[in-house]
């Protein structure tokens, strides 16, 4: 099993940065890439971005591209999203989730282990 803790969410005005962190522990030899996700209230879970666990390939939804960036820290088994020009639509819980292959990796039904989700607020 993966356990995944996420970390970095809060209030923040728009215009705005966060970094969110999703620290992974236990059989990360089965990962094989990383996405996150969000959640806002009355609304359907959405990709955001993914990247490949070796971080060589990330992928990003046009509703955030340019704006976040996904990474991951060689060093340890976590993966950041640096979030700039934040603004009220990205207002929402947000999830870091493994798969196992690439596959369709905007596609939720695809990732196997999930965090507990952390929530973002972007005030105007």
């Known amino acids: 099993q993966v356990q995944l803790v996420e970390s970095g969410g ?29 959640q806002a209230p009355g609304k359907e879970r959405e990709f955001v971005a993914v ?18 960036t996904i990474a991951r820290d060689n060093a340890k088994t976590t993966v950041y999203l640096q979030m700039n020009s934040l603004n009220g639509e990205d207002t ?10 690439w596959g369709r990796p905007w596609i939720s039904g695809q990732y196997d282990y999930w965090g507990q989700g952390t929530q973002v607020t972007v005030s105007s």
């Open 51 to 68: 990247i490949r666990w070796n971080g060589s390939r990330t992928y990003y939804a046009d509703s955030v591209k340019g704006r976040f």
């Open 92 to 101: 929402a819980v947000y999830y870091c989730a493994t798969a196992p292959a």
């Open 10 to 38: 809060g209030l923040v005005q728009a215009g705005g940065s966060l970094r969110l962190s999703c620290a992974a522990s236990g059989r990360t030899s089965s990962i094989y890439v990383m996405g996150w996700f969000r």
